[in-house]
């Protein structure tokens, strides 16, 4: 089974609204975190956002915001007042328990339209 | 904010041919790890380090070795190049008692 899904391949957002990016993740492990990456068409990889399975409130960075729905494994980026150089392939990955393993999803292309 | 460096960025090599594809990072980070990303698709583990001494395999079974001599370099070798080894190479470490992975730019590795 995949550890992390991400069913959307590519979205469009319209420069300045709010954008949602989902990612589902599968453990059984009670200790995991669960982290966002923008990668844009450069190839680097940009930390985001960090999420810990045990961490009470969802959690934002700027713009970034993490919808963290523990019940039903999801944990979603919202970027809200998309700016044009948020045109970039979004990947979730988890770690799980006290291992070194990362498991990332298939990403999401974002798209920003002026 | 960690400064993790890759060389080289961009690599075209004839088949059987060995290569070393460097990593450093000057943050004193303990972690360190090796991904393999084909265009357009998802990362894969392929090698990972707690410290100096310490390597281990990820999940996607690789040819490569891997080396942790000092705590700041991070070496990947191919001993002999296949076609099927073209991808991007990312590096990446993280700081003690944390998991935020810092990565580098990427190595382009490309073998005819």
């Known amino acids: 089974a995949q550890k992390i899904t991400q069913t959307q391949p590519g979205m469009f957002v319209q420069e300045k609204e709010a954008v949602t990016l989902d990612c589902t993740y599968d453990?059984?492990?009670?200790?995991?975190?669960l982290f966002w990456y923008k990668q844009p068409s450069s190839g680097e990889m940009i930390f985001l956002i960090y999420?810990?399975?045990?961490?009470?409130q969802n959690a934002t960075e700027g713009r970034y915001s993490l919808n963290f729905q523990k019940a039903r494994k999801s944990a979603n980026l919202v970027i809200s007042a998309s700016q044009l150089g948020d045109s970039a392939m979004y990947f979730c990955a988890m770690r799980e328990g006290a291992g070194n393993q990362f498991y990332f999803g298939t990403g999401t292309s974002l798209t920003v339209i002026p | 904010e960690a400064d993790i460096y890759q060389t080289p960025r961009y690599l075209v090599i004839g088949t059987g041919k060995k290569i070393t594809l460097e990593c450093s990072q000057t943050m004193g980070h303990d972690k360190m790890y090796w991904y393999q990303q084909d265009p357009g698709m998802e990362l894969h583990l392929i090698h990972y380090?707690?410290?100096?001494?310490?390597?281990e395999k990820g999940d996607l079974s690789s040819e490569s070795t891997v080396s942790r001599i000092r705590t700041e370099h991070f070496p990947l070798t191919l001993e002999s190049a296949r076609p099927s080894h073209t991808s991007q190479y990312l590096c990446?470490?993280?700081?003690?008692?944390?998991?935020?992975?810092?990565f580098g730019p990427g190595t382009r590795l490309t073998v005819t």
């Open positions: 999420q810990g399975s045990y961490d009470q």
């Open positions: 380090s707690y410290g100096v001494n310490s390597t």
């Open positions: 990446a470490s993280s700081p003690p008692g944390s998991y935020e992975q810092y």
């Open positions: 453990t059984s492990d009670p200790s995991y975190g």
